[in-house]
């Protein structure tokens, strides 16, 4: 069912994962996309498989591909990092399970500790404070990313391959946790990327381990988006007044 192509052999004793597969808001995609580009990641494998999307990807230069999953290996503040993400996530349910779990014993073969998935948390509010939130898939795993400021999930589900792959590293004794930046429904429902979320993720990370990274760049982008989907709404509020107003006024027959 999935075929690993290996680009690079790495030999590590101990290393983290981080996970950002396509999902609501863009955001663990995007969390994985730019730590591939600021690490400067070397791509060291790949795998591929019948059950994504059945289609051709075509870049900017015309070279092709089909979906796949793209693991990468970085090193920074002596730590050594595995990066994963893909094109699309598996179309059913059986089958992202059967990725996830794949994915993971692939990872428990170079020694990998911790597994970080970066997820979305929506909001069907806007606020201007976003909120970053945590699961793990054991107390200890939580504990150092809630002294860094995360908020713990009470109750609720992850759905998709950012969620389940959490519970499959516990399954096969790793460390897991998700972290969730908070995102607005606006966003989501109108197929935004949403960069201010992938930005209190990335932040997180680096205050857990060490990592400095500039996340500059995605608040920009962020607060580009912001301004945009907020001038939507207001629009949209304004001609939902201006309709409500004029079914109100009076009729005269003369």
Same mark, same amino acid.
């Given at each position: 069912m999935?075929?690993?192509?290996?680009h690079?052999?790495i030999?590590?004793e101990?290393?983290i994962?981080?996970?950002g597969?396509p999902?609501m808001?863009?955001?663990g995609k995007?969390?994985?996309?730019?730590?591939i580009?600021i690490?400067d990641?070397q791509h060291?494998m790949s795998i591929?498989?019948?059950?994504?999307?059945?289609?051709?990807?075509?870049d900017s230069n015309g070279l092709?591909?089909?979906?796949?999953v793209?693991i990468?290996?970085a090193?920074n503040?002596?730590?050594?990092?595995?990066i $994963?993400?893909?094109? &699309?996530?598996?179309?059913?349910? *059986? /089958?992202?399970?059967?990725l @996830?779990?794949?994915i993971v014993?692939?990872?428990?073969?170079?020694?990998v $500790?911790?597994?970080? &998935?970066?997820?979305?948390?929506? *909001? /069907?509010?806007?606020?201007? @404070?976003?909120?970053?939130?945590?699961?793990?898939?054991?107390?200890s795993a939580?504990?150092?990313?809630?002294?860094?400021?995360?908020?713990p999930?009470?109750?609720?589900?992850?759905s998709?391959m950012?969620?389940?792959?959490?519970?499959?590293a516990?399954?096969?004794?790793?460390?897991?946790t998700?972290?969730?930046g908070?995102?607005?429904?606006?966003?989501v429902?109108m197929?935004y990327?949403?960069?201010?979320?992938?930005k209190i993720?990335?932040d997180l990370?680096s205050r857990?381990?060490g990592?400095?990274i500039d996340?500059?760049?995605?608040?920009i982008?962020?607060?580009?988006?912001?301004?945009?989907i907020?001038?939507?709404?207001?629009?949209?509020i304004?001609?939902?007044v201006?309709?409500?107003?004029?079914?109100k006024?009076?009729?005269?027959?003369?």
């Open positions: 999935w075929k690993t192509i290996i690079k052999n030999d590590v101990k290393a994962a981080i996970v597969f999902g808001g863009l955001v995007t969390v994985a996309t730019y730590l580009n690490f990641a060291i591929y498989g019948t059950k994504f999307p059945a289609h051709l990807l075509v092709a591909d089909i979906d796949k793209s990468y290996y090193k503040n002596s730590m050594d990092i595995f $994963i993400t893909s094109d &699309a996530q598996p179309t059913s349910d *059986s /089958d992202q399970h059967e @996830s779990k794949f014993k692939k990872l428990i073969k170079y020694n $500790i911790e597994l970080i &998935a970066a997820a979305a948390f929506v *909001s /069907d509010v806007v606020v201007s @404070s976003r909120r970053v939130f945590i699961v793990g898939n054991n107390n939580l504990q150092k990313y809630i002294e860094k400021g995360a908020t999930l009470n109750e609720g589900v992850i998709g950012n969620g389940i792959i959490i519970g499959w516990k399954a096969y004794k790793v460390d897991g998700c972290i969730l908070e995102t607005w429904r606006s966003i429902e197929n990327t949403d960069y201010t979320a992938s993720i990335i990370l857990v381990w990592f400095n996340t500059e760049e995605l608040r982008r962020g607060k580009a988006i912001e301004s945009e907020e001038s939507v709404l207001r629009q949209y304004q001609r939902e201006s309709k409500e107003e004029k079914e006024r009076p009729y005269y027959i003369t």
